[in-house]
């Protein structure tokens, strides 16, 4: 289980899954903590808080590492493997028609927004077992269900704001498109386990400006489509990229694209990173305001109905 807690319980033995600090300033972000100098390592930053995996070394109480099975071991129930399913098959068809856009191929936007229309039921119909399932992805799904996620997530979000219906389905087409620039980075970067050079950061940073190049080629795409692909690493103190824009130029409807990206990012099993659970990830971004609308945050967290029970015990 990852607990969250005060820097200042850190001790030897913990297992360190992130530093709540800004970007570079621990660039270690999982490791068994060995040595009292990463005590006072860990101690010396700005964080408040550091996040523990208590499976792996010692728990907030300093005792042993607990036995737990992960929840990516855990079977999946029977609705969910269903659902895992119809996710398994729309990522399949999705590597076929963003494969096809990436190599310059034409653009099926009523097969895109016939797509995102299913997806969208998906996860109106049950978003917690959606999310769950789409947490699974295999490395080579990892994009496709990924932006299936996003677009299921904008649209629950957006209808829940009022959007009007025409935008919500924009929302959940741009949700899909969003990281079609991811699409041309070489597999070896972009599923590169160890650590990224500057060169390769830059590489993956310029993702969204990519998509963006591509996606402008095709002129049927609503605006907002574009927005979401290029604005969606944006933040709302302008520290975001690529073009480092602040709250008051940001629409709503790219804050709310950021709002998913990041919570889908942070609750999902990569290579890197344990899966933060859904109230975790949500905490994190509640109390960071100036990158992340806090309504928008309580509002999604609202819609992915979490009991932690469930979560927490298999
Ligand atoms: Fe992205």
Known sequence: ??????????????????????????????????????????????????????????????????????????????????????????????????????????????????????????????????????RLKSKDETTYLHSLAVSGMMTLLGRSLDLDEEMVANLGVAGILHDIGKLLIPDEILNKQGKLTDSERQIIRNHPEAGYDLLKAYPELPQVVLDVCRLHHEVLDGSGY???????????????????????????????KRPWTTTEALDWMFARPHLYDRKMVIRLGSLIVETPSNERNP
């Open 1 to 134: 289980m990852l607990v969250m807690i005060a820097k200042d319980r850190v001790r030897k033995g913990m297992f360190i899954e992130s530093v709540a600090c800004p970007s570079r300033e621990f660039s270690r972000r999982r490791f068994l903590v060995k040595s009292d100098s990463e005590v006072a390592q860990i101690l010396a930053t700005s964080a408040q808080e550091i996040v523990i995996n208590e499976q792996l070394g010692l728990n907030a109480e300093g005792r042993g590492p607990t036995k737990r099975t992960p929840a990516s071991q855990r079977p999946l129930t029977a609705r969910a493997e269903a659902i895992r399913g119809k996710v398994t098959q729309s990522a399949q068809a999705l590597r076929g028609s963003l494969g096809n856009l990436v190599e310059g191929g034409a653009l099926d936007l009523q097969d895109l927004s016939q797509a995102s229309e299913v997806n969208a039921r998906l996860w109106s119909g049950s978003a917690k077992i959606a999310l769950e399932v789409t």
């Open 242 to 272: 690529p073009l480092g824009l602040k709250q008051k130029d940001l629409c709503i409807c790219v804050q709310l694209s950021t709002v998913c990206d990041v919570f889908e990012a942070l609750t999902s099993i990569r290579p890197y």
